[in-house]
T-cell receptor, first 113, second 112 residues
Framework: DTEVTQTPKHLVMGMTNKKSLKCEQH?????MYWYKQKAKKPPELMFV???????INESVPSRFSPECPNSSLLNLHLHALQPEDSALYLCASSLAQGAEGYTFGSGTRLTVV | AQSVTQLGSHVSVSEGALVLLRCNYSSSVPPYLFWYVQYPNQGLQLLLK??????LVKGINGFEAEFKKSETSFHLTKPSAHMSDAAEYFCAVTTTGNQFYFGTGTSLTVIP
Protein backbone atom coordinates (compact mmCIF):
# COMPACT_ATOMS: atom_id res chain seq x y z
CA ASP A 1 0.00 0.00 0.00
CA THR A 2 1.61 3.24 -1.14
CA GLU A 3 -1.28 5.60 -0.63
CA VAL A 4 -2.56 8.15 1.80
CA THR A 5 -6.35 7.92 2.00
CA GLN A 6 -8.43 10.91 3.02
CA THR A 7 -12.13 10.93 3.83
CA PRO A 8 -14.48 12.50 3.04
CA LYS A 9 -13.51 13.88 -0.37
CA HIS A 10 -16.01 16.70 -0.07
CA LEU A 11 -17.56 18.30 3.01
CA VAL A 12 -20.02 21.14 3.40
CA MET A 13 -20.57 22.36 6.94
CA GLY A 14 -22.27 25.20 8.71
CA MET A 15 -20.43 27.55 11.01
CA THR A 16 -21.95 25.90 14.10
CA ASN A 17 -21.24 22.32 13.03
CA LYS A 18 -18.63 19.91 14.34
CA LYS A 19 -17.02 17.63 11.80
CA SER A 20 -13.85 15.60 11.40
CA LEU A 21 -11.47 14.87 8.55
CA LYS A 22 -9.74 11.53 8.49
CA CYS A 23 -6.40 10.46 7.04
CA GLU A 24 -4.96 6.95 6.92
CA GLN A 25 -1.72 5.43 5.68
CA HIS A 26 -0.23 1.94 5.92
CA UNK A 27 3.27 2.60 4.64
CA UNK A 28 4.88 2.54 8.07
CA UNK A 29 5.48 6.28 7.93
CA UNK A 30 6.02 7.82 11.35
CA UNK A 31 5.46 11.46 10.43
CA MET A 32 2.10 12.84 9.33
CA TYR A 33 1.08 16.32 8.29
CA TRP A 34 -1.96 18.52 7.72
CA TYR A 35 -1.82 21.19 5.06
CA LYS A 36 -4.36 23.78 3.97
CA GLN A 37 -4.44 24.87 0.35
CA LYS A 38 -6.38 27.76 -1.12
CA ALA A 39 -7.07 27.93 -4.84
CA LYS A 40 -4.01 28.69 -6.97
CA LYS A 41 -1.77 28.82 -3.88
CA PRO A 42 0.86 26.46 -2.48
CA PRO A 43 -0.03 24.24 0.48
CA GLU A 44 0.40 25.85 3.91
CA LEU A 45 1.60 23.70 6.76
CA MET A 46 -0.79 23.43 9.70
CA PHE A 47 0.41 20.57 11.91
CA VAL A 48 3.17 17.97 12.06
CA UNK A 49 2.99 14.75 14.04
CA UNK A 50 6.12 12.73 14.61
CA UNK A 51 5.81 9.33 16.28
CA UNK A 52 2.21 10.19 17.19
CA UNK A 53 3.24 13.34 19.03
CA UNK A 54 2.47 16.86 17.88
CA UNK A 55 5.78 18.44 16.95
CA ILE A 56 4.75 21.51 14.96
CA ASN A 57 1.67 23.71 15.22
CA GLU A 58 1.90 26.62 12.82
CA SER A 59 -0.18 28.94 15.02
CA VAL A 60 -3.38 27.41 13.75
CA PRO A 61 -6.64 28.70 15.35
CA SER A 62 -8.08 26.45 18.03
CA ARG A 63 -11.17 25.75 15.93
CA PHE A 64 -8.88 23.23 14.21
CA SER A 65 -7.90 20.37 16.53
CA PRO A 66 -5.61 17.59 15.31
CA GLU A 67 -5.45 14.11 16.72
CA CYS A 68 -3.17 11.17 16.00
CA PRO A 69 -4.72 8.04 17.60
CA ASN A 70 -2.02 5.72 16.24
CA SER A 71 0.81 5.63 13.73
CA SER A 72 -1.57 5.02 10.80
CA LEU A 73 -4.32 7.52 11.51
CA LEU A 74 -4.54 11.28 11.61
CA ASN A 75 -7.70 13.24 12.28
CA LEU A 76 -8.55 16.91 12.05
CA HIS A 77 -11.51 17.97 14.17
CA LEU A 78 -13.36 21.06 13.02
CA HIS A 79 -15.60 23.27 15.12
CA ALA A 80 -17.09 26.73 14.64
CA LEU A 81 -15.31 27.33 11.37
CA GLN A 82 -15.54 30.50 9.32
CA PRO A 83 -16.26 30.81 5.58
CA GLU A 84 -12.62 31.80 5.02
CA ASP A 85 -11.63 28.33 6.23
CA SER A 86 -13.06 26.88 3.03
CA ALA A 87 -10.14 25.21 1.26
CA LEU A 88 -8.60 21.93 0.20
CA TYR A 89 -7.18 20.13 3.24
CA LEU A 90 -4.33 17.83 2.43
CA CYS A 91 -2.85 15.11 4.57
CA ALA A 92 0.66 13.83 3.94
CA SER A 93 2.99 11.28 5.47
CA SER A 94 6.70 10.54 5.36
CA LEU A 95 9.40 8.46 6.90
CA ALA A 96 10.44 9.79 10.27
CA GLN A 97 12.85 12.10 8.49
CA GLY A 98 10.85 13.55 5.63
CA ALA A 99 13.86 14.39 3.52
CA GLU A 100 12.87 11.60 1.11
CA GLY A 101 9.67 13.45 0.35
CA TYR A 102 6.07 13.34 1.40
CA THR A 103 3.23 11.20 0.10
CA PHE A 104 0.08 13.30 -0.17
CA GLY A 105 -3.53 12.25 -0.06
CA SER A 106 -6.00 13.58 -2.59
CA GLY A 107 -7.48 15.96 -0.08
CA THR A 108 -10.82 16.96 1.40
CA ARG A 109 -12.56 19.88 -0.29
CA LEU A 110 -14.16 21.79 2.61
CA THR A 111 -16.84 24.42 2.15
CA VAL A 112 -18.04 26.38 5.17
CA VAL A 113 -21.45 28.02 4.72
CA ALA B 1 15.96 29.54 6.70
CA GLN B 2 15.03 28.18 3.32
CA SER B 3 12.91 29.59 0.52
CA VAL B 4 11.95 28.77 -3.03
CA THR B 5 11.25 31.07 -5.96
CA GLN B 6 9.44 29.86 -9.03
CA LEU B 7 9.79 32.25 -11.93
CA GLY B 8 6.67 32.46 -14.03
CA SER B 9 3.32 31.73 -12.44
CA HIS B 10 1.97 30.70 -15.85
CA VAL B 11 3.82 28.92 -18.65
CA SER B 12 2.32 27.96 -22.00
CA VAL B 13 3.94 25.58 -24.45
CA SER B 14 2.83 23.90 -27.64
CA GLU B 15 2.30 20.16 -27.65
CA GLY B 16 5.63 18.53 -28.50
CA ALA B 17 7.69 21.53 -27.42
CA LEU B 18 10.24 21.69 -24.63
CA VAL B 19 8.92 22.28 -21.13
CA LEU B 20 11.10 24.38 -18.82
CA LEU B 21 9.87 25.35 -15.36
CA ARG B 22 12.25 27.39 -13.25
CA CYS B 23 13.02 27.00 -9.57
CA ASN B 24 15.63 28.80 -7.50
CA TYR B 25 16.20 28.09 -3.84
CA SER B 26 17.84 29.71 -0.88
CA SER B 27 19.40 27.56 1.81
CA SER B 28 22.33 27.95 4.18
CA VAL B 29 22.89 24.19 4.33
CA PRO B 30 22.74 21.49 1.63
CA PRO B 31 19.11 21.23 0.60
CA TYR B 32 16.83 18.45 -0.45
CA LEU B 33 14.82 19.55 -3.48
CA PHE B 34 11.57 18.30 -4.92
CA TRP B 35 9.13 18.86 -7.74
CA TYR B 36 5.48 18.03 -7.21
CA VAL B 37 2.62 18.09 -9.72
CA GLN B 38 -1.01 18.78 -8.87
CA TYR B 39 -3.89 18.05 -11.18
CA PRO B 40 -7.23 19.81 -10.58
CA ASN B 41 -8.97 18.77 -7.37
CA GLN B 42 -6.24 16.31 -6.49
CA GLY B 43 -3.38 16.11 -4.05
CA LEU B 44 0.28 16.61 -4.83
CA GLN B 45 2.21 13.87 -6.60
CA LEU B 46 5.97 13.61 -6.34
CA LEU B 47 7.61 14.00 -9.76
CA LEU B 48 11.24 13.76 -8.71
CA LYS B 49 13.66 14.62 -5.95
CA UNK B 50 17.27 15.48 -5.33
CA UNK B 51 18.76 14.35 -2.03
CA UNK B 52 22.40 13.48 -2.63
CA UNK B 53 24.53 12.05 -5.42
CA UNK B 54 23.89 12.59 -9.11
CA UNK B 55 22.81 16.12 -9.83
CA LEU B 56 20.67 15.19 -12.83
CA VAL B 57 17.62 13.39 -11.57
CA LYS B 58 14.97 11.68 -13.62
CA GLY B 59 11.38 11.43 -12.56
CA ILE B 60 8.07 10.12 -13.69
CA ASN B 61 6.32 11.01 -16.96
CA GLY B 62 9.57 11.90 -18.73
CA PHE B 63 10.50 14.83 -16.48
CA GLU B 64 13.98 15.52 -15.23
CA ALA B 65 15.71 18.24 -13.22
CA GLU B 66 19.28 19.27 -12.61
CA PHE B 67 20.61 20.50 -9.29
CA LYS B 68 23.06 23.34 -9.90
CA LYS B 69 24.59 24.44 -6.65
CA SER B 70 26.50 27.36 -8.18
CA GLU B 71 23.26 28.77 -9.56
CA THR B 72 21.08 27.64 -6.63
CA SER B 73 18.68 26.25 -9.19
CA PHE B 74 16.62 23.13 -9.72
CA HIS B 75 14.83 23.67 -13.02
CA LEU B 76 12.35 21.09 -14.31
CA THR B 77 12.43 20.03 -17.96
CA LYS B 78 10.69 17.68 -20.34
CA PRO B 79 11.79 17.38 -23.98
CA SER B 80 8.31 17.09 -25.48
CA ALA B 81 5.14 18.37 -23.83
CA HIS B 82 2.00 16.27 -23.83
CA MET B 83 -1.54 17.47 -23.29
CA SER B 84 -1.69 15.43 -20.09
CA ASP B 85 1.16 17.53 -18.63
CA ALA B 86 -1.18 20.48 -18.10
CA ALA B 87 -1.25 20.97 -14.33
CA GLU B 88 0.15 23.03 -11.45
CA TYR B 89 3.78 22.39 -10.58
CA PHE B 90 5.38 23.13 -7.21
CA CYS B 91 9.04 23.20 -6.35
CA ALA B 92 9.89 22.54 -2.69
CA VAL B 93 12.97 22.58 -0.46
CA THR B 94 13.74 21.14 2.92
CA THR B 95 16.82 20.61 5.03
CA THR B 96 15.38 18.89 8.08
CA GLY B 97 12.56 16.98 6.43
CA ASN B 98 10.06 18.20 8.99
CA GLN B 99 9.23 21.38 7.17
CA PHE B 100 8.89 21.79 3.44
CA TYR B 101 9.00 25.22 1.86
CA PHE B 102 6.94 25.35 -1.32
CA GLY B 103 7.27 27.77 -4.18
CA THR B 104 4.21 29.68 -5.30
CA GLY B 105 3.61 27.27 -8.15
CA THR B 106 3.65 27.37 -11.94
CA SER B 107 0.56 26.62 -13.95
CA LEU B 108 1.48 24.80 -17.15
CA THR B 109 -0.81 25.05 -20.17
CA VAL B 110 -0.21 22.84 -23.19
CA ILE B 111 -1.54 24.18 -26.49
CA PRO B 112 -2.62 21.60 -29.06
Amino acid sequence: DTEVTQTPKHLVMGMTNKKSLKCEQHMGHRAMYWYKQKAKKPPELMFVYSYEKLSINESVPSRFSPECPNSSLLNLHLHALQPEDSALYLCASSLAQGAEGYTFGSGTRLTVV
Amino acid sequence: AQSVTQLGSHVSVSEGALVLLRCNYSSSVPPYLFWYVQYPNQGLQLLLKYTTGATLVKGINGFEAEFKKSETSFHLTKPSAHMSDAAEYFCAVTTTGNQFYFGTGTSLTVIP
